[in-house]
């Protein structure tokens, strides 16, 4: 019981990013004293930091990288998932591909026989590398520019995706737990995220080893909303209780 409650706070502070001690107490249904004794173990684990009155999670120290680099790190092993994820997308679908060094991958990879399919992204460089597919159509979802990842991001971005539902999305992350779910280390990124989820019939998560077991700032989705998750060989390997959370695992 102790733990649940430790890992719904965790869980909770992911969503909103910052909380105060009073509304967690009201959203656990526990008194102040047992939320501040939950947090002290949070603290010292260095999963939360602690604020005056308020709980947040702990500084990424971290400058963010350019996708230009983030691409170099696991390279062979995001090519292999790449390949995987995009031999998913099928003739007729309209598909949700999100920005990443990861999803980037997938658009490289995707096959110059599809037809009739129609990839929303809000990705420019993803954009630009579907320009060579005659039979794909793309539409870019709009927004303000995020100039590290080429993304776009709020405002308007979400406007246009609230008007699409799509067969399936294929999601980049930061993080993929079993128990913390789907997490990404930019919370403006993450609000697109989770919309396109919500938006989607099928959520394809594409994570080199690296993110396996990782938790970061923002919470996109329980891991039980992951369709597929398409990782690599090499590395880490997903836990027993990881490939127990989602529907399927593609190893490449």
């Given amino acids: ?5 430790r890992s719904e706070i965790l869980s ?4 909103h990013g910052e909380l105060p001690v009073t509304e967690l107490s009201k959203l656990l249904g526990v008194s ?5 004794s939950d947090l002290k173990v949070l603290v010292d684990a260095g999963q939360v930091r602690r604020t005056r009155g308020s ?3 702990p500084l990424d120290i971290r400058r963010e990288s350019p996708i230009e680099e983030t691409r170099l790190e696991h390279s062979a092993a995001k090519r292999r998932i790449g390949r995987a994820a995009a031999a998913l997308v099928r ?4 598909v949700f591909l999100d920005v990443g060094s990861t999803t ?3 658009a490289r990879a995707l096959s110059p026989t599809l037809q009739g399919v129609t990839v929303v992204t809000n990705g420019l460089n993803i954009a630009l590398e579907l320009e060579r597919l005659s039979g794909v159509r793309v539409i870019v979802t709009g927004g303000t520019l995020r100039p590290l990842q080429h993304s776009l991001i709020s405002p308007y971005a979400l406007d246009i995706l609230r008007r699409i539902h799509a067969d399936r999305l294929i999601l980049g992350c930061n993080g993929v737990h079993a128990e ?3 997490t990404n280390a930019n919370h403006e990124e993450a609000e697109i995220k989770r919309l396109m989820v919500e938006q989607a019939r099928e959520v394809v998560v594409v994570a080199d080893h690296s993110k396996l077991g990782q938790i970061s700032r923002a919470h996109i989705a329980p891991t039980r909303r992951v369709t597929t998750l398409v990782t690599d060989r090499g590395g880490t390997q997903p836990s027993a209780a990881l490939r127990d959370a989602v529907l399927d695992l593609i190893l490449a």
């Fill in 104 to 106: 980037t991958e997938v």
């Fill in 1 to 5: 019981m102790v733990e649940a409650r």
């Fill in 55 to 57: 709980v947040r999670l």
């Fill in 32 to 36: 102040e004293v047992t939320v501040r």
């Fill in 180 to 182: 913390h779910g789907v």
């Fill in 91 to 94: 003739d007729g679908e309209t």
């Fill in 12 to 15: 909770l502070v992911q969503q």
